[in-house]
């Protein structure tokens, strides 16, 4: 017998015989080591944000707010959440470049800690907002600066970007502060990639950031209440790549953190993680229903594919790279031959898998996309094709619980009201015969 994946002692195949597949499902346990791990040598003036656009599932965020984690939030919904989840307002900011004018209302109405501020658009309505509500609006600033810090996936910083104001648009603004009544400047946000897989990276981020926020502050005569030093720290998914260590993280991060305190020692700092948080917990069960040969390739054609897993496609990169995967139901059997694993839709993008190397593959295995638990079906097309969204499971303390249960049909039908006129048989008046002035070939006629 060859061994099988299991999640905190509950095997893979009990898991999809009680919950289906495609599904995810998360291990509660790595994602508590996964916070505490830098939470326990993080210098304790960081508070570690929560950033559910890498997972807004509801579950996942209550549990990583049991642990210690606050949120950030760029939508109503997730800010409702947050909420639903737990989390103190004091505990929540709100950003994104698009907020809408009920988003606005509803950061004040839950009175979240900030409201991350990209455009001076975006500060003018808020002030209209907050005089409507008869408050003061609490505003980090979010800058998007010169400088730019070489080493992540993707770089925000020194580039024409949605996010933010430009720094030294920020710097020549004349009467930031005091021209909104109804605006208080408390705090400074700067995020400069994603995907960061260097400490040094992170701590040169960092100096660079508070640096930025304290010569903001005082150019503009606001108390610096907060300082969100964004964060992108990256999680190993391909070959030569290697986790962060959070010890190392700490080494380089809590002596510039420190050296800001003695300056501010009231000023909260704020680290947002959403991949590092949520990535290795996850994995993507997706059930084999057929294999076949083409052209001299094998092909596993599963139950889930690209519309729930959009990020293993790995679209952007010149030559693909898979996510770690693995034949979840028989682990310890050596690869024999490469497979193309592919999904259900109908087009040859859905390969959630290249050449990769397994046992040989019969219709009823599981294969799994590990660390998977960011950026998953929240970014993906789930509707396409219809599918909807896949179940997804947490382990949590020895226990399984459905988190989400997937989108079946009448969940997706629901949101298409059915009129009746639609929906009756239609009179079709030959098209050639029709009489305004088009022709059948669409030309208008001129007799
Ligand atoms: C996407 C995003 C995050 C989370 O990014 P990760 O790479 O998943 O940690 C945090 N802050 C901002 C501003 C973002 O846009």
């Given at each position: 017998m060859t061994a099988e994946h299991d999640v905190?002692?509950?095997?893979?195949?009990?898991?999809?015989?009680?919950?289906?597949?495609?599904?995810?499902?998360?291990?509660?346990?790595?994602?508590?080591?996964?916070?505490?791990?830098?939470?326990?040598?993080?210098?304790?003036?960081?508070?570690?944000?929560?950033?559910?656009?890498?997972?807004?599932?509801l579950s996942i965020c209550a549990v990583l707010h049991s642990y210690g984690a606050c949120a950030e939030v760029s939508s109503l919904t997730e800010l409702i959440t947050a909420r639903r989840?737990?989390?103190?307002?004091?505990?929540?900011?709100?950003?994104?470049?698009?907020?809408?004018?009920?988003?606005?209302?509803?950061?004040?109405?839950?009175?979240?800690?900030?409201?991350?501020?990209?455009?001076?658009?975006?500060?003018?309505?808020?002030?209209?907002?907050?005089?409507?509500?008869?408050?003061?609006?609490?505003v980090a600033l979010r800058v998007n600066p010169e400088f730019a810090v070489k080493g992540g996936g993707l770089t925000m910083g020194g580039k024409p970007r949605q996010f933010g104001i430009d720094e030294a648009q920020l710097f020549a603004a004349a009467d930031l502060?005091?021209?909104?009544?109804?605006?208080?400047?408390?705090?400074?946000?700067?995020?400069?990639?994603?995907?960061?897989?260097?400490?040094?990276?992170?701590?040169?981020?960092?100096?660079?950031?508070?640096?930025?926020?304290?010569?903001?502050?005082?150019?503009?005569g606001f108390p610096l209440e907060m300082v969100d030093i964004g964060g992108g720290l990256?999680?190993?998914?391909?070959?030569?790549?290697?986790?962060?260590?959070?010890a190392l993280v700490a080494e380089r991060v809590n002596p510039v953190v420190e050296a800001f305190r003695t300056r501010h020692p009231d000023t909260r700092v704020i680290m947002e993680l959403g991949r590092y948080l949520t990535a290795p917990s996850g994995v993507y069960v997706v059930g084999v229903r057929y294999v076949k040969e083409s052209m001299g390739q094998r092909f596993a054609v599963a139950d889930g594919g690209t519309n729930h897993h959009m990020a293993a496609v790995g679209t952007g990169s010149f030559v693909k790279r898979n996510y770690p995967m693995v034949l979840l139901n028989r682990v310890t059997e050596p690869a024999a031959a490469e497979w193309?694993?592919?999904?259900?839709?109908?087009?040859?993008?859905?390969?959630?898998?290249?050449?990769?190397?397994?046992?040989?593959?019969?219709?009823?295995?599981?294969?799994?996309?590990?660390?998977?638990?960011?950026?998953?079906?929240?970014?993906?097309p789930v509707h396409f094709l219809s599918h909807g969204y896949p179940a997804e499971v947490l382990v949590h303390e020895g226990r399984a619980y459905l988190i989400r249960h997937r989108d079946d049909p009448e969940d997706l039908?629901?949101?298409?009201?059915?009129?009746?006129?639609?929906?009756?048989?239609?009179?079709?008046?030959?098209?050639?015969?029709?009489?305004?002035?088009?022709?059948?070939?669409?030309?208008?006629?001129?007799?």
């Open positions: 905190q002692g509950i095997g893979i195949t009990e898991l999809a015989e009680r919950f289906g597949t495609p599904m995810f499902v998360y291990d509660g346990e790595a994602l508590r080591r996964q916070y505490q791990g830098l939470r326990e040598r993080l210098h304790p003036a960081v508070d570690m944000f929560f950033s559910l656009k890498a997972n807004p599932n989840a737990g989390v103190a307002p004091r505990d929540i900011i709100f950003l994104g470049p698009g907020k809408s004018r009920d988003e606005l209302a509803a950061c004040l109405r839950e009175q979240v800690y900030a409201v991350v501020v990209e455009s001076f658009g975006e500060l003018e309505l808020l002030d209209e907002v907050a005089a409507e509500h008869g408050v003061v609006a609490p502060g005091v021209r909104l009544p109804n605006i208080r400047l408390m705090g400074v946000h700067a995020y400069l990639g994603t995907r960061i897989l260097s400490e040094e990276v992170i701590a040169e981020n960092t100096t660079r950031i508070l640096d930025l926020a304290e010569r903001l502050a005082e150019r503009h990256g999680v190993a998914y391909f070959e030569g790549e290697t986790d962060l260590d959070p193309q694993v592919t999904g259900p839709l109908c087009t040859p993008n859905d390969t959630i898998g290249k050449n990769v190397p397994l046992p040989a593959v019969r219709p009823g295995d599981l294969i799994g996309v590990l660390r998977s638990g960011a950026y998953g079906p929240t970014a993906s039908l629901s949101h298409q009201p059915m009129h009746e006129d639609l929906t009756t048989p239609a009179q079709l008046v030959p098209a050639a015969s029709t009489s305004n002035g088009h022709t059948s070939n669409g030309r208008i006629r001129v007799s």
